[in-house]
């Protein structure tokens, strides 16, 4: 069933920090087969504006964390800068307790609404996600080029990284490389799957100048 044909309703019976919990408590159990894997993995969850306001979120991903044994900085906590938050003084303890916890903090649809700014100075968060509608016209686009620019300098200069979402092919990659966007989300990096794989392929580790040329061709990192 997709997460569109029922969120709104648990959104309205106020039963999204149930359905919240138990993605985090999936994700942190699917983290503990990969403690092994001799290249770090990390996942990223959205938590709901809803499950913030009604608290409780910090002590339920420390129990998890601590019954998993899992590494708290492989938990990337994403809201959405669309959602409305009511209670934001309450939404950035929550969100600062869990940064102290280790656990980073992502902002979804970066760009898009009218409170972007705001949220850099509201919102302790480590990541801005570009958001998708923002990409589609790249590379030809030179309006989007420039808005995206524009967003990676801001975040630059917050001392946040930038992942673009919805990257599917690599003249948009390229595009990206060439705005200074740090990170790429989409089909040209990799396909969803249903199960993460235990463990990934060791790598030897390159040089800057090696990074620097490869990074946009293997869609991983696209800053050196």
Not at 67 to 74: D, K, L
Not at 122 to 151: V, W
Not at 198 to 218: G, H, M, N, Q, V
Request: glycine letters at 6%; aromatic letters at 6%.
């Amino acid at each position: 069933i997709s997460p569109n044909a029922f969120l709104h309703a648990a959104e309205r019976f106020g039963m999204m920090q149930e359905i919240d919990f138990w993605v985090i408590n999936h994700a942190l159990m699917a983290l503990r087969e990969t403690r092994d894997s001799p290249r770090p993995i990390a996942l990223t969850i959205n938590i709901s504006a809803q499950t913030l306001e009604k608290g409780g979120v910090t002590e339920y991903v420390t129990a998890r964390i601590v019954e998993y044994n899992v590494n708290p900085a492989a938990l990337v906590l994403e809201i959405t800068e669309s959602h409305s938050i009511n209670d934001l003084e309450n939404a950035q303890r929550q969100l600062a307790a869990l940064r102290s916890l280790g656990c980073r903090i992502a902002v979804d649809d970066f760009g898009t609404g009218f409170s972007t700014f705001a949220y850099l100075k509201q919102i302790e968060a480590d990541i801005l996600k570009i958001d998708g509608s923002l990409i589609q016209g790249l590379p030809d686009d030179n309006l989007d080029r420039t808005i995206i620019s524009s967003l990676t300098a801001i975040a630059a200069a917050a001392s946040k990284i930038t992942v673009a979402e919805c990257v599917e092919d690599t003249a948009t990659l390229m595009s990206l490389h060439a705005c200074g966007v740090d990170m790429a989300q989409g089909y040209i990096v990799g396909m969803p799957r249903l199960h993460l794989p235990k463990s990934l392929p060791t790598f030897e580790p390159k040089s800057a100048e090696e990074r620097s040329r490869d990074s946009a061709i293997e869609g991983i990192s696209l800053a050196s």
